[in-house]
């Protein structure tokens, strides 16, 4: 499926079709880049997410989990460095006066693969050697920046006083709350605090779905460490990072691979970054995750703006300090969409075709199906209710009785789920058995009502 040209439109199509991701306020004509998660695309998300806390958090030791406002005082993005340095180049059609991020322009023309690092002048001077147009080809004005902050007023007044931001990058958090975490959970360096929160930028350019958009969710781990043992924990994490994708997650190798940022290229916060790219099958590879050295760039930064002491006394060494921070910080919708890239599947043709989703058992929304065979048959209803019943107290099950079982096979495939049974009258009159079918190999046995629960668990290890 990674060497088609549509699938991003296949995916767009079935997110929508079967519940997983709708544009939001849709009724309004939508509103650029927004989108909500319908019924399934909320369970996939809290298994993704049950899936990420797992790995990061609950199978650690060194790592604990907080959740943070969206709201935060506004020196906090002063002394973050989101004010002065958070900013994109963009540059603007002359004609129709739309806005664009000029080092897409840049990357676009095949000019350059990464056109971030990049300051205005060398964008002009880019810009004017390669001619490059407006995407409806009309001329462009000089490059300029562009503060991706999303700026709102607090309180019954609107002005200076009450500004507020929300988060740029959901992290901020784990800082200024650094402190409180440590003392009240006695920890000692080296240890991680995680969070899964909301983050919101002004992009000038949203596209491509769920890749790019103005509110998103971004899952850290910030692991605070002494400086020198920095480069070692850099190292484990990216480790972290890879096992994640390859082993939890089960993204083929050859769909994943690191890039590192150029010198140019990096956050005003990095010393050193690299970025997990995945393989969107006809946008090539894209970055899902950035591993980022952030040194003490940002507790120095918010002991200077605060006033306040945040460093860490190594009672054994009699020594104080601000420690290194190695920050992990992977988006959740370029996840949540590369898990829909990743286990796409199409095969047979005509009316023998099927679309499925081979997701790994932990993230599929729903484990099994249960279907009567026959809806106007009282007895075999009954009885694939009372399986549905029993299997609801340990997996998350649904129940289907529309149309033939072809269908809801055809239906339950695209959604993701690896069982199916269907309760008939040999079930009923036979031998008490019901056929379990399998989502990946279409394989049908039959199994014991009495042995469903520990068939069906063995089966989704
Ligand atoms: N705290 C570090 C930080 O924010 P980043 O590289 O700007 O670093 C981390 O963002 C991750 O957040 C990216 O790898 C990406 O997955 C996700 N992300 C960033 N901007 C996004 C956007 N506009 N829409 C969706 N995801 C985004």
């Known amino acids: 499926m990674h060497e088609q ?47 990420w806390r797992k790995w990061n958090v609950e199978m650690r030791d060194d790592v604990v989990e907080i959740e943070g406002a969206i709201f935060m005082h506004p020196k906090v993005w002063e002394a973050s460095g989101h004010i002065g340095g958070f900013a994109d180049t963009l540059v603007e059609d002359l004609v129709n006066h739309k806005r664009f991020r000029a080092d897409h322009l840049i990357e676009e023309a095949g000019i350059m693969e990464n056109a971030g690092g990049l300051s205005l002048e060398q964008t002009d001077e880019l810009m004017a050697k ?22 709102t007023h607090l309180g019954p007044i609107e002005d200076d006083s009450t500004v507020a931001y929300l988060k740029g990058e959901s992290c901020q958090n784990i800082y200024v709350d ?20 909301k983050a919101f930028r002004n992009e000038i350019t ?23 043992d920095s480069p070692k924990c850099y190292q484990e994490w990216k480790q972290n990072r890879w096992d994640f994708y390859t082993q939890l997650m089960k993204f083929d190798v050859s769909h994943i691979r690191w890039r590192q940022h150029a010198q140019d290229e990096k956050a005003f916060y990095a010393t050193d970054a690299w970025d997990v790219e995945f393989k969107f099958a006809e946008l090539g590879f894209r970055e899902i995750e950035g591993v980022h050295d952030r040194g003490s760039y940002d507790l120095d930064q918010h002991s200077k703006f ?3 002491d945040l460093r860490y006394f190594d009672v054994e060494k009699n020594e104080k300090f601000n420690p290194y921070v190695v920050e992990c910080s992977g988006g959740f919708g370029r ?9 796409y599947r199409e095969e047979g043709e005509g009316d023998e075709k099927r679309v499925y989703l081979s997701l790994p058992a932990s993230l599929a929304p ?20 009372e399986i549905y019943n029993i299997l609801r107290k340990d ?46 190999t279409k394989e049908q046995p039959r199994v014991k009502i009495e042995d469903l629960v520990e068939y069906i668990t063995k089966q989704l290890q």
């Open 395 to 440: 997996f998350s099950v649904a129940w289907d009785d529309r149309g033939n079982v072809g269908k809801r096979y055809y239906s339950q495939d695209e959604i993701g789920t690896p069982f199916c049974i269907t309760v008939d009258f040999e079930t009923i009159e036979g031998d008490g058995t019901v056929t379990v079918r399998n989502r990946d």
């Open 366 to 385: 729903y484990k099994v199906a249960v279907f009567p065979l026959l809806k106007n048959k009282p007895e075999l209803v009954g009885k694939a209710r």
């Open 206 to 228: 949203v596209k491509n779905f769920l890749f790019r958009t103005r509110e998103f969710e971004q899952m850290d781990v910030q692991y605070f460490c002494r400086p020198e």
């Open 5 to 51: 040209n549509n699938l991003m439109e296949k995916i767009v199509s079935l997110c929508k079709r079967r519940g997983f991701v709708y544009p939001s306020s849709e009724i309004y004509g939508g509103f650029a880049a927004t989108y909500d998660f319908g019924p399934l695309g909320f369970l996939l998300k809290k298994n993704i997410e049950k899936a």
């Open 130 to 151: 390669h001619e490059i147009k407006s995407p409806d080809g009309n001329p462009l004005s000089k490059a300029k920046k562009f503060n991706q902050l999303v700026k």
């Open 306 to 308: 605060s006033g306040q």
């Open 335 to 343: 996840l949540f969409l590369a898990t829909l890239f990743e286990f």
């Open 178 to 197: 650094w402190k409180n975490v440590l003392e009240t959970t006695r920890r000692k360096l080296p240890f991680g605090i995680a969070q899964i929160g």
